[in-house]
């Protein structure tokens, strides 16, 4: 093949083009942001008519307590096991006891502990299970068809109108 006598050439942009194009670029953005950029905080709306719970009585100081977390995980007085973290147990309180026991061994001896399962292994009768796992496979004849696979001769039927045409032989 031959080259076409006309070839369009190719313009490469100069430096100055590129770094012009890209400073322009780069103001857009920073116009860009400061435009769309400089909003106001959003300001909460004022709670009108939500629900509001109020304890009253000489028993609510009480319920106060329950703000601190480390209510039920501390020592605390005022938790729910207060008096047994805080105060000491009584002097008198703690008796020791002795709970050793003397030593208890078998009466049987030890020559006579299988004996019960080989008295019902000598009685029990069971039946004998072989597992087969190394038995040979079972020999079999294989079985062939006497039918061909594939027909010998190929048969072409045509059905339809296309059937009064001719059929072309070479």
Avoid: C
């Amino acid at each position: 093949m031959n080259p076409t006598p006309f070839s369009p050439q190719i313009r490469k942009w100069a430096l100055k083009t590129w770094l012009a194009l890209i400073a322009i670029v780069f103001a857009a953005h920073v116009a860009l942001l400061l435009i769309f950029g400089a909003r106001e905080p959003i300001s909460p709306r004022p709670v009108v008519g939500a629900p509001s719970l109020a304890l009253a009585g000489e028993s609510t100081a009480g319920w106060l307590a329950l703000n601190n977390a480390t209510l039920f995980a501390l020592p605390n007085s005022e938790g729910f096991a207060g008096p047994a973290w805080i105060e000491p147990p009584p002097v008198g309180g703690f008796h020791e006891q002795d709970w050793t026991d003397t030593n208890r061994w078998l009466d049987l001896p030890a020559s006579e502990l299988g004996a019960a399962f080989n008295h019902f292994m000598q009685t029990s009768s069971s039946a004998e299970f072989h597992l087969g796992f190394n038995m040979p496979p079972p020999l079999a004849v294989p079985v062939y068809s006497t039918q061909a696979a594939f027909p010998q001769n190929s048969m072409l039927q045509i059905e339809g109108e296309i059937s009064q045409r001719r059929l072309l032989h070479r």
